[in-house]
């Protein structure tokens, strides 16, 4: 057997000289993104997915005042005999928005419905499935009742002064319902970050365009197009760069005055990288990290201006994993809100899967409950970089940790669903 050549270190190699870990790379993006400054007053419906500027505090109790949760009967509990069934007068009725005039005496009962303020003198309300009306109209009830059966109290969802929404929180479809309960009609976020994407490459055609001999789709862009329109940025599409330095500084120089954040994919293999470093360097500061995963171990980190700069892999796979471990972190913190921790779930791996120890591999996985109702999860097929399929077959990734030396079927792996997945 002939001696192995390595000339130099490679993606193939399962552990190289200065890589860094996943988690020192997303504190070092941690550490150097900052949020944006700048916020602005939106109806509450437009702060969807924005993130909160300030804390907001109750102005008032929710629910203002102690109301029915059950169609039924208010009544005082000391109108009931311990032991015995009391027949009480209906006197009157409450409902939603038309609260009854007059109190509820001793031996008296309203008819209530939910939502319905409790009339002065009620202490409590009775199912209407737990009375009988007796033949003459009076409401007949059993003891076994409690003060404040079936009431809504007064600031049991939220509390006059109380902080409801903190700062720094992404608002979700319930916080707006919460905004809406305090009555409140606008709400102070931050600014949407602006991320500026493109691509590099001399042999990337347009869609739309025939392909000559030796070029490829474009696929990236729309890939990063899809990844970027479901998060609460804007984005601009600057296209395709040819690889050459000059062309490369005007993108990043457009980019940066146009942008909080710039990626770009590709033009980082071994000599493309010779000429986009220099364009990196004279206009900002950028560095380039080797880190411990596959796909997707180049990644350029940098400031160009006010901007930050990612510059993902060009394969098609790599980029849809550093977006996802990377790129949505930083947007994370552009934004003004902190990192979100990746939800990781265990499953039972269906297939065996190869991996050597050194990094932490994000392969393709199909999750499905078993019968048990566990996640048991395959594999996508090929597992290859450039397989853009095996994303697009994918619901996770199947996430290897660094010293994981294969999987057999049965043991357990962890899953990470893609956020578009679930
Ligand atoms: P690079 O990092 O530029 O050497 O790219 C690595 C691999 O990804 C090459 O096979 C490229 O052709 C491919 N690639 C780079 N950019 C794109 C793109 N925008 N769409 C599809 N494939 C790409
Ligand atoms: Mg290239």
Known sequence: MTDKITSQPSCVDPFEEGMISLTEALERIGERVLAVHACERLPIRDCLNRVNNEAVKSPHNVPPRPNSAMDGYAIAVASLVEGDIVELEEVGGAYAGRPFAGNCGPAQCVRIMTGALIPDGADAVIMQEQVEIAADGRIRIDSDHRVGENIRQAGEDVKQ??????????????????????????????????????????????????????????????????????????????GVVRDNPEAMRE??????????????????????????????????????????????????????????????????????????????????VLSGASMRAPLLVPARARDSLRKKPGRTEFQRGIATLDENNRWQVGKTGKQGSGILTSMSRANCFIVLPDDNDGVEPGDEVSIQFLDWAI
């Open 161 to 238: 002064g109380e902080i409801v929404i903190e700062a720094g929180v992404r608002l979700s479809p319930a916080d707006l319902g919460v905004l809406a309960s305090l009555g409140l009609t606008q709400l102070q976020v931050k600014r949407k970050p602006v991320v500026a994407f493109f691509s590099t490459g001399d042999e990337l055609t347009a869609v739309g365009t025939p392909l000559q001999p030796g070029m490829i789709y474009d696929s990236n862009r729309y890939s990063l197009h899809g990844m970027l329109a479901r998060l609460p940025v804007d984005s601009i599409d600057l």
């Open 251 to 332: 993108a990043l120089a457009e980019a940066a005055a146009r942008a909080d954040l710039i990626i770009s994919t590709g033009g980082v293999s071994v000599g493309e990288a010779d000429y986009i470093k220099p364009a990196l360097a004279e206009l900002g500061s950028t560095e380039f990290w080797k880190i411990a995963i596959k796909p997707g171990r180049p990644l350029t980190f940098g400031e160009i201006g006010n901007s930050v700069f990612m510059g993902l892999p060009g394969n098609p796979v790599a980029v849809m994993v550093t977006f996802s471990q990377f790129v949505v972190p930083a947007i994370d």
